[in-house]
């Protein structure tokens, strides 16, 4: 292995006193909150569709999820969300609030104690008229068994846990 020149030591040096003087203006323009706050609808990493694009109408008229079908799709809360048919759209836009999942589709059980977990569209309970979702089978039936202490802690805890 060569042994760095003068020249080779001095421009590592001035690059690495550049970086080092500009990570406080990096960090000051985006604040650490750009960063660490997720978004208030969950989507997954890769996506910008709601409930994995399952129609959340669905879940109310057909007691079971409904894959969306991409004619039929809304922008809401920075998301997008399918819908299986035109008149399930049109509900949905109507009144989005009682379709859209609570906590923004992020797991149920999560929210309740503090954190966040994606939601999966498959694990899903309509309680009080109200659309939530889970991260798996387990903390799904976990959230069923006590349903209700926890919805109350997910609301206490909901936007915040976004942060």
């Not at 020249?7 to 909150?33: D, E, I, T, Y």
């Not at 208030?40 to 008229?61: E, M, N």
């Not at 509900?91 to 149920?108: I, M, N, R, S, T």
């Not at 309970?125 to 109200?130: E, L, M």
Request: some cysteine; aromatic content about 14%.
């Amino acid at each position: 292995m060569k042994t760095p020149t003068t020249f080779q030591k001095s421009r590592r040096a001035a690059f690495a006193a550049a970086l080092f003087m500009l990570l406080p203006l990096a960090s000051a323009n985006l604040g650490g909150v750009a960063l660490a706050k997720k978004d208030p609808v969950y989507t997954g990493k890769f996506s910008s569709a709601a409930a994995g694009g399952y129609d959340v109408t669905a879940y109310f008229s057909e007691s079971r999820p409904v894959k969306g079908n991409s004619k039929f799709t809304a922008k809401y809360r920075g998301a997008k969300w399918s819908f299986a048919s035109k008149e399930n759209m049109e509900k949905f836009l109507a009144d989005p609030e009682k379709y859209a999942p609570q906590y923004g589709g992020y797991c149920a059980w999560a929210v309740a104690q503090g954190n966040t977990a994606s939601g999966d569209p498959l694990l899903w309970t309509v309680h009080g008229g109200k659309l939530y979702l889970n991260y798996n089978k387990k903390i799904n039936d976990r959230w069923s068994r006590d349903r209700d202490a926890l919805i109350a802690k997910g609301d206490k805890n909901w936007p915040e846990v976004l942060n």
